[in-house]
Protein backbone atom coordinates (compact mmCIF):
# COMPACT_ATOMS: atom_id res chain seq x y z
CA UNK A 1 0.00 0.00 0.00
CA UNK A 2 1.55 3.40 -0.88
CA UNK A 3 2.45 5.93 2.16
CA UNK A 4 3.74 9.02 1.73
CA UNK A 5 4.90 11.14 4.48
CA UNK A 6 5.51 14.77 4.36
CA UNK A 7 8.75 16.66 6.42
CA UNK A 8 8.09 18.72 8.55
CA UNK A 9 4.12 18.87 9.92
CA UNK A 10 5.13 22.51 10.10
CA UNK A 11 7.59 24.91 9.78
CA UNK A 12 7.92 29.13 10.14
CA UNK A 13 10.16 31.35 8.67
CA UNK A 14 10.94 34.76 8.10
CA UNK A 15 10.07 36.49 4.88
CA UNK A 16 13.00 36.49 2.39
CA UNK A 17 14.35 32.77 3.10
CA UNK A 18 14.47 30.08 0.70
CA UNK A 19 13.17 26.48 2.42
CA UNK A 20 12.47 23.07 0.84
CA UNK A 21 9.79 20.91 1.72
CA UNK A 22 10.21 17.00 1.61
CA UNK A 23 7.71 14.50 0.97
CA UNK A 24 8.38 10.74 0.47
CA UNK A 25 6.62 7.79 -1.17
CA UNK A 26 6.92 3.69 -0.18
CA UNK A 27 6.18 2.64 -3.74
CA UNK A 28 8.48 3.75 -6.50
CA UNK A 29 5.98 2.70 -9.11
CA UNK A 30 4.06 5.70 -9.59
CA UNK A 31 2.24 7.83 -12.16
CA UNK A 32 3.05 11.26 -11.56
CA UNK A 33 3.46 13.62 -8.53
CA UNK A 34 1.92 16.38 -7.68
CA UNK A 35 2.15 19.54 -5.22
CA UNK A 36 -1.15 21.47 -3.85
CA UNK A 37 -1.41 24.55 -1.74
CA UNK A 38 -4.45 24.67 0.23
CA UNK A 39 -5.60 27.70 2.42
CA UNK A 40 -7.66 27.48 5.66
CA UNK A 41 -11.11 26.33 5.18
CA UNK A 42 -10.71 26.46 1.21
CA UNK A 43 -9.63 24.07 -1.49
CA UNK A 44 -6.70 23.16 -3.00
CA UNK A 45 -4.97 24.51 -5.61
CA UNK A 46 -2.30 22.49 -7.93
CA UNK A 47 0.87 23.98 -7.87
CA UNK A 48 2.93 21.68 -10.10
CA UNK A 49 2.69 18.23 -11.25
CA UNK A 50 6.04 16.06 -12.48
CA UNK A 51 5.30 13.16 -14.32
CA UNK A 52 7.23 9.90 -13.54
CA UNK A 53 9.52 10.56 -16.35
CA UNK A 54 10.72 13.70 -15.00
CA UNK A 55 12.72 14.54 -12.46
CA UNK A 56 11.56 18.44 -11.53
CA UNK A 57 9.04 21.31 -12.55
CA UNK A 58 9.49 24.91 -12.22
CA UNK A 59 6.75 27.83 -12.27
CA UNK A 60 8.00 31.35 -10.62
CA UNK A 61 9.38 30.72 -7.48
CA UNK A 62 8.77 27.24 -7.13
CA UNK A 63 10.62 24.33 -8.33
CA UNK A 64 9.69 20.50 -7.60
CA UNK A 65 12.17 17.78 -7.74
CA UNK A 66 11.44 14.37 -8.09
CA UNK A 67 13.93 11.10 -7.73
CA UNK A 68 11.46 8.01 -8.29
CA UNK A 69 14.50 5.65 -7.42
CA UNK A 70 14.84 7.07 -3.58
CA UNK A 71 11.07 7.99 -3.22
CA UNK A 72 11.41 11.48 -2.74
CA UNK A 73 10.43 14.72 -3.87
CA UNK A 74 10.98 18.17 -2.44
CA UNK A 75 9.54 21.48 -3.33
CA UNK A 76 11.56 24.58 -3.10
CA UNK A 77 10.09 28.16 -2.30
CA UNK A 78 12.66 31.02 -2.87
CA UNK A 79 12.32 34.58 -1.30
CA UNK A 80 9.63 33.37 0.93
CA UNK A 81 6.61 35.94 1.43
CA UNK A 82 4.21 36.31 3.70
CA UNK A 83 1.34 35.55 1.14
CA UNK A 84 3.49 31.75 1.06
CA UNK A 85 1.48 30.82 4.36
CA UNK A 86 -0.50 28.24 3.82
CA UNK A 87 -0.19 23.84 4.48
CA UNK A 88 1.27 22.69 0.77
CA UNK A 89 0.48 18.69 0.37
CA UNK A 90 2.11 16.37 -1.66
CA UNK A 91 0.15 13.60 -3.52
CA UNK A 92 1.22 11.03 -5.67
CA UNK A 93 -0.94 8.75 -8.18
CA UNK A 94 0.04 5.08 -8.96
CA UNK A 95 -2.76 2.35 -10.04
CA UNK A 96 -5.27 4.06 -8.36
CA UNK A 97 -6.02 8.06 -7.93
CA UNK A 98 -4.29 10.18 -5.39
CA UNK A 99 -2.41 9.01 -2.06
CA UNK A 100 -1.86 12.23 0.16
CA UNK A 101 0.55 13.12 2.63
CA UNK A 102 -0.84 15.05 5.48
CA UNK A 103 0.93 18.15 4.53
CA UNK A 104 3.13 20.80 5.38
CA UNK A 105 1.47 24.08 7.63
CA UNK A 106 3.71 26.64 6.49
CA UNK A 107 4.17 30.73 8.35
CA UNK A 108 5.88 33.46 6.78
CA UNK A 109 6.61 35.67 9.31
CA UNK A 110 7.28 39.65 7.43
CA UNK B 1 -15.40 26.97 -18.27
CA UNK B 2 -16.84 26.36 -14.39
CA UNK B 3 -14.20 23.46 -13.78
CA UNK B 4 -15.36 20.95 -11.01
CA UNK B 5 -17.87 22.25 -9.12
CA UNK B 6 -19.67 20.61 -5.92
CA UNK B 7 -22.88 21.54 -4.10
CA UNK B 8 -23.62 22.40 -1.32
CA UNK B 9 -21.26 24.48 0.51
CA UNK B 10 -22.48 22.85 3.72
CA UNK B 11 -24.80 20.91 5.21
CA UNK B 12 -25.91 20.08 8.52
CA UNK B 13 -27.46 16.45 9.02
CA UNK B 14 -28.78 14.18 11.52
CA UNK B 15 -27.84 10.74 12.89
CA UNK B 16 -29.19 8.07 10.40
CA UNK B 17 -30.54 10.92 7.63
CA UNK B 18 -30.08 10.27 3.57
CA UNK B 19 -28.11 12.30 1.40
CA UNK B 20 -26.27 13.26 -1.63
CA UNK B 21 -23.55 15.75 -2.56
CA UNK B 22 -23.01 16.65 -5.70
CA UNK B 23 -20.30 16.95 -7.90
CA UNK B 24 -20.31 18.15 -11.63
CA UNK B 25 -17.20 19.39 -14.35
CA UNK B 26 -17.51 20.21 -17.62
CA UNK B 27 -13.69 19.76 -18.78
CA UNK B 28 -15.08 16.33 -20.27
CA UNK B 29 -12.66 14.12 -18.37
CA UNK B 30 -12.89 10.81 -17.97
CA UNK B 31 -12.18 10.13 -14.34
CA UNK B 32 -13.51 11.40 -11.48
CA UNK B 33 -13.00 10.80 -7.66
CA UNK B 34 -13.92 11.60 -4.13
CA UNK B 35 -12.03 12.14 -0.84
CA UNK B 36 -12.52 13.29 2.32
CA UNK B 37 -10.15 15.13 4.42
CA UNK B 38 -10.16 15.04 8.45
CA UNK B 39 -8.22 17.10 11.00
CA UNK B 40 -4.27 15.05 11.32
CA UNK B 41 -5.56 12.28 8.44
CA UNK B 42 -5.32 13.65 5.32
CA UNK B 43 -7.34 13.38 2.06
CA UNK B 44 -8.46 9.69 1.42
CA UNK B 45 -9.51 8.32 -1.17
CA UNK B 46 -13.67 7.82 -0.84
CA UNK B 47 -14.57 6.54 -4.43
CA UNK B 48 -13.58 6.91 -7.95
CA UNK B 49 -14.85 6.31 -11.38
CA UNK B 50 -12.51 5.60 -14.79
CA UNK B 51 -15.80 6.68 -16.71
CA UNK B 52 -19.32 6.30 -17.11
CA UNK B 53 -20.84 2.68 -15.80
CA UNK B 54 -17.39 2.27 -13.98
CA UNK B 55 -16.87 3.05 -10.26
CA UNK B 56 -14.46 1.50 -7.53
CA UNK B 57 -13.32 1.37 -4.21
CA UNK B 58 -10.94 3.42 -2.32
CA UNK B 59 -9.61 3.50 1.22
CA UNK B 60 -12.67 4.64 2.92
CA UNK B 61 -15.87 3.68 0.48
CA UNK B 62 -18.09 2.02 3.77
CA UNK B 63 -21.41 4.28 4.36
CA UNK B 64 -20.91 5.80 0.83
CA UNK B 65 -22.91 4.70 -2.49
CA UNK B 66 -21.63 6.33 -5.95
CA UNK B 67 -22.63 5.92 -9.52
CA UNK B 68 -21.54 7.26 -12.57
CA UNK B 69 -24.22 7.43 -14.83
CA UNK B 70 -22.84 10.66 -17.30
CA UNK B 71 -19.30 11.50 -17.65
CA UNK B 72 -19.88 15.19 -15.99
CA UNK B 73 -21.87 13.89 -13.10
CA UNK B 74 -20.70 11.95 -9.94
CA UNK B 75 -22.57 11.67 -6.76
CA UNK B 76 -21.76 10.70 -3.65
CA UNK B 77 -24.59 9.71 -1.47
CA UNK B 78 -24.34 9.00 2.32
CA UNK B 79 -26.68 6.00 3.05
CA UNK B 80 -27.77 6.59 6.83
CA UNK B 81 -25.41 9.60 7.89
CA UNK B 82 -23.16 8.53 11.27
CA UNK B 83 -21.22 11.26 13.58
CA UNK B 84 -17.74 9.71 11.88
CA UNK B 85 -18.95 10.82 8.65
CA UNK B 86 -18.44 14.62 9.32
CA UNK B 87 -15.66 15.99 7.21
CA UNK B 88 -15.06 17.79 4.29
CA UNK B 89 -15.60 16.21 1.02
CA UNK B 90 -13.83 17.20 -1.92
CA UNK B 91 -14.56 15.92 -5.43
CA UNK B 92 -11.64 15.70 -8.33
CA UNK B 93 -11.51 15.19 -12.05
CA UNK B 94 -8.54 14.45 -14.42
CA UNK B 95 -8.40 12.72 -18.13
CA UNK B 96 -5.69 10.43 -18.85
CA UNK B 97 -5.20 12.27 -22.30
CA UNK B 98 -4.00 15.10 -20.85
CA UNK B 99 -0.36 15.47 -20.01
CA UNK B 100 0.29 13.66 -16.46
CA UNK B 101 -3.76 12.88 -15.70
CA UNK B 102 -3.28 16.22 -13.70
CA UNK B 103 -5.98 16.27 -10.84
CA UNK B 104 -8.57 19.37 -10.72
CA UNK B 105 -10.38 19.91 -7.47
CA UNK B 106 -13.49 21.45 -6.55
CA UNK B 107 -14.20 23.84 -3.60
CA UNK B 108 -15.76 21.57 -1.12
CA UNK B 109 -18.76 20.53 0.63
CA UNK B 110 -18.25 20.72 4.46
CA UNK B 111 -20.50 18.67 6.38
CA UNK B 112 -21.26 18.00 9.83
CA UNK B 113 -23.37 14.93 11.12
CA UNK B 114 -24.74 15.51 14.70
Known amino acids: KQEVTQIPAALSVPEGENLVLNCSFT??????LQWFRQDPGKGLTSLLL?????REQTSGRLNASLDKSSGRSTLYIAASQPGDSATYLC?????????FGKGTRLSVIA | NAGVTQTPKFQVLKTGQSMTLQCAQD?????MSWYRQDPGMGLRLIHY???????DQGEVPNGYNVSRSTTEDFPLRLLSAAPSQTSVYFC?????????????FGPGTRLTVL
Open chain 2, 92 to 104: ASSSPQMAGNEQF
Open chain 1, 27 to 32: DSAIYN
Open chain 1, 50 to 54: IQSSQ
Open chain 1, 91 to 99: AVSGNTPLV
Open chain 2, 27 to 31: MNHEY
Open chain 2, 49 to 55: SVGAGIT
